[in-house]
């Protein structure tokens, strides 16, 4: 097994790092195309924006890489927080043209309505059955945006801030947690360690 998770300015990868080890894993950190050759597993923690986050992927290189190995090879892709956000098309952070692996968009919440940013425990429904099992529970999030998906069999798990909103989504070998795992207890490492357990193809 080589799980990898992807080292960036913006990121929070130890903090991640140290939860699969907990978990009884060992996580290498990729920072560069060739690390992610040989991944079994991949992680893209986030913190900070959606703008930080794509330019520190370009900047490293990683673009082209990541697509061989997650949109090709299939290789399980788990994203947390904003490594959840650029897997849509567009996100209003930064007006950032972000990676399109999902159809939709980021939006940020109305602060109108609620605090913004979102920050504390979160109760998330999973509403439907994924490889990578997730039980209903509190998270931990900390985010000022959410994820609008196009196609609704891409939604995985809902939470309620001031409206309904995407708390997670997953299609095919593609995850991602708009809440942090790796601050989640016990719900949050249940749901990495599944991650974790899936095989690619």
Known sequence: MMIKIIDYKAGNAPSVSHAVTHLGYKADFARSPHDLKDASHIILPGVGSAK???????EMDLMKALEEAVLRKKTPFLGICVGMQILFEHSEEGDEKCL???KGKVVKFNSEKVRVPQMGWNNVRFIKNASCGARDDFFYFVNSYY????????????AEYGD????????????????????SGDAGLDLLNAFLKLKGE
């Open 164 to 183: 309904s909103f995407a708390a997670a989504v997953c299609s095919e070998n593609i995850y991602g947690a708009q809440f942090h795992v790796e601050k």
């Open 147 to 158: 994820a609008r998906p196009v196609n609704e069999p891409d939604l995985w798990g809902m």
């Open 52 to 58: 930080a986050t794509m330019e520190s992927l370009r």
């Open 100 to 102: 399109g692996w999902l």
